[in-house]
Structure formats: C-alpha cells, structure tokens
C-alpha cells in the first residue's frame, strides 16, 4: 500500500504539468537546465534520426525518476510540453531503464516500450538497447546434405549502429560540440 502511495505521489507533479497544459520550449528548457543542479542524466537530447528535441527532467527535485517531454519536434503529433516517457535509474552507474510511448491514441500516449538506456561518450550520448527475440530451428536435421551445399549469409550494415539521443544542453564535460555556442 505505501509503494502504491509513493508511486501515486511520484506520478502526481508530471500528471498535472501535463494536465495544466504546461508549454515547455526550448527556452524554458536551457532555463530548467541553468538553475538545476542536474544529474549526468538531466538536459536537453536530441534524436538525430527525427530531429526531435526532448528535455529529460526529474519528476520532483528528490526524486529519481525523470520524465521525457518534448521540446521541439517537426512532428505535428508532438506538441511541447507532452511527456512522452520516463527515465528511471538502474543499479549499474550510467545504466537507466527507459520508457517511451510508442503510439497516441485520443490525445493520450499509450503503447510505452522498455529498453537499457546507456550514458556513452563522457554522457554526450545515450544509447538505447531493446529487448530482442530470437528463434534458431536447427535445419540439419531435416536436409543434412542440402544445408551443406549451399549457405546464405545476409549482412546489414546499418543495423550495427546504435539508436540513441545526442546531448544538445547542457555541452557534456569533454565531448566534441557539434554545435556552436553563442554567447
């Protein structure tokens, strides 16, 4: 029962952000991240594939657990301010599980999907590794002699590079700045 509570409370300052229709741009975003004291997780990240900003924030100032909310995004689905995941630590530094809602139905973000988030590159980027299934049949069995004449081998290069999010703001302790920084 004190989980459920603790969980409730956890939840409660992210439901009424949302509710309240908090608009978080940019702006509020690089001022959230000025007069925080961040954790290595907390800032503004950008998927490279979509062009989509989010701000990764604690839920309260005590707590542990973040939310995702848009920025920025040429998705006219995402407006700023939606929180469209969460951010949890793991007991392994660096290491998150991470929840991000995978489709939108009646205004409302459902269908979240899990996977192992990882802080890379002095925590200038987080990668993203999700659950995989495989299935082996063991074909040697049925056609011993055909299996060994012939062997099919397909490669797909572009499956070995990771998914991730690049961190835009605050600029990670030693990582190359891919943007310039107006002062």
């Known amino acids: 029962m004190n989980r459920l509570i603790l969980l409730l409370l956890l939840a409660l300052p992210s439901f009424f ?5 908090e608009r978080i741009d940019e702006g509020k975003a690089v001022e959230y991240c000025d007069t925080s004291v961040l954790n290595r997780i907390e800032g503004i990240w950008e998927f490279p594939g979509d062009d ?8 309260i100032p005590t707590a542990r657990l973040c939310d995702i909310i848009v920025v920025d995004s040429p998705d ?21 599980e991470l929840s ?4 939108l ?11 192992v988030a990882r802080l890379k590159d002095n925590d200038a980027s987080l990668t993203f590794e999700p659950r995989k299934i495989s299935i082996r049949i063991g074909n ?18 572009d499956a070995e590079i990771p998914q991730g999010m690049i961190k835009v703001y605050p600029p990670a302790y030693s990582a190359k700045v891919t943007e310039p920084v107006y002062l």
Not at 52 to 59: K, N
Not at 105 to 115: E, I
Not at 140 to 153: G, Q, T
């Open 140 to 157: 040697l069995y049925f056609l011993p002699k055909f299996w060994r004449m012939i062997r099919f081998r397909f490669t797909q290069p």
């Open 76 to 96: 006219c689905r995402l407006t700023p301010g939606d929180v469209i995941g969460s951010v949890r630590p793991s007991a392994e530094a660096g290491t998150y």
């Open 17 to 21: 952000s949302a509710m309240c229709g």
């Open 52 to 59: 989509t900003r989010v701000l990764i924030r604690r839920v």
């Open 100 to 103: 991000i809602c995978r489709s």
């Open 105 to 115: 139905t009646k205004g409302v973000f459902t269908d979240p999907g899990h996977c």
